[in-house]
C-alpha cells in the first residue's frame, strides 16, 4: 500500500513538472527559447500573435505603426497567411518582421514528429512565399511545448521566442486600452519582448492601446526594435 501511495506522488510531481515545463517562458528541454533580452539599453520589442485576419484590421495596424515610426514582429499562423495572403504581404511591405506560430494554431505539447514538422514547414513556406527574407523565429501557440517540437525547432536551428509583458492575460486590464497601455507601460524593461494580439476583430482594444503604448514607452526613453534586431544586439 505504502509502494502504491509514493508510485503515485511521484506520478503527481512528474506530472507537475512535466506542466511547468510545457508553460515555462524561458525554459524548454531541447534548443535556444528567450522570454527577454539582458541589456541596459533602453529597447524593446512589440510582438504580436496569430492572424492575419480581416485585412481591415491588419491595414489599420500597419497603419497605426507607420505612422509612428515603429516596426514590430508579427508571429502569424500558416493558415492566416493562406487565407489573406495579400494582409500578410503588406506587413512584409512595411517593413515587419515575421515570425512562425504554427501552420493551425494548436497546442503542441503531444504533437508527433509528423504533424510538428508539418506544422512549422508549411509555415515557414508561406513566409517565404509572401516575400519575407530574415531569419524566421518561432512562437509556440499558447506559449505550450514539450518535448517533440523543441527538438525538432533545434534540429532546424530555430530560435523560440516568448515573452515577458502580456497585459492581455489579466482581466482588470484586458479591459480598456489605457489600463493595457499603462500595464506595458509599467512593466517594460530594457530588453523586453511584449505580446500583444492586435489583427482579429476582437482585438479592437489592444489595437487602441498601441499609440498610448507607443507615445508612453518613447517618452521614458525606450526605443522600439524588431525581435531580430534585439537578439542581434545591434540596437
Ligand atoms: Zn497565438
Known sequence: MKKV????????????????????????????????????????????????????????????????????????????????????????SAGHQIGNHTYSHNRMMFKGLSEVKREIDSTNELIRSIGFEGDIYFRPPYGKKLIVLPYYLEQQGIVSVTWDVEPESYDGINESSSAIAEYVIG?????????????????????????????????????????????????
Open 5 to 92: 501511495a509514493v508510485f503515485f506522488l511521484v506520478l503527481v510531481v512528474l506530472a507537475v513538472s512535466l506542466w511547468s515545463v510545457s508553460c515555462a517562458r524561458s525554459f524548454q528541454f531541447f534548443g535556444k527559447i528567450i522570454s527577454r533580452v539582458e541589456t541596459a539599453d533602453k529597447v524593446v520589442a512589440l510582438t504580436f500573435d496569430d492572424g492575419p485576419w480581416n485585412p481591415k484590421y491588419t491595414q489599420s495596424v500597419i497603419n497605426t505603426l507607420g505612422s509612428l515610426n515603429v516596426k514590430a514582429t508579427f508571429f502569424l499562423n500558416g493558415r492566416g497567411i493562406e487565407s489573406n495572403t495579400d494582409s500578410a504581404q503588406a506587413l512584409v
Open 187 to 235: 512593466n517594460t524593461k530594457p530588453g523586453s519582448i511584449v505580446l500583444l494580439h492586435v489583427l482579429g476583430g476582437n482585438n479592437k482594444k489592444a489595437r487602441d492601446s498601441l499609440p498610448l503604448i507607443i507615445n508612453g514607452l518613447r517618452s521614458k526613453g525606450f526605443k522600439f526594435v524588431t525581435v531580430a534586431e534585439l537578439l542581434s544586439g545591434n540596437t
